[in-house]
């Protein structure tokens, strides 16, 4: 294909997927809101970047690291979260940012 030609894809790429945000984002914000229905839920999943393992995870949240794993499995069967391999074994990661779709950030437990 042409450089011209490929242009013209990417960009009507890029539109197609503009408007599939669009058009999805009240039924994400729907999900979330009905999943993450606690803060210490929210706040587990926000800290889920893939990075942080389910014990540090757990530790912050105050929550055992079985429960942790639970909702992570759970979530990522939803297709709100994305599992990642990672040597010893599978992290997660969150889908979305709650903050783009106008939930608070919950504050971390303190010991």
Do not use: C
């Not at 757990?58 to 499995?73: F, G, M």
């Amino acid at each position: 294909m042409s450089k011209e030609k490929d242009k013209q894809i990417i960009g009507l790429l890029r539109e197609i997927l503009k408007w599939i945000k669009f058009s999805g984002i009240q039924e994400a914000r729907t999900v979330l809101s009905s999943i993450l229905n606690t803060e210490q839920k929210r706040l587990i999943y926000h800290l889920s970047d893939g990075k942080t393992g389910s014990v540090s995870v757990a530790k912050t949240a105050n929550v055992s690291d079985s429960t942790v794993r639970l909702y992570w499995s759970s979530w990522a069967r939803l297709g709100i979260m994305e599992p990642l391999q990672v040597r010893g074994g599978v992290r997660y990661e969150k889908s979305f940012e709650l903050a783009d779709f106008g939930f608070s950030i919950p504050e971390e437990e303190s010991d």
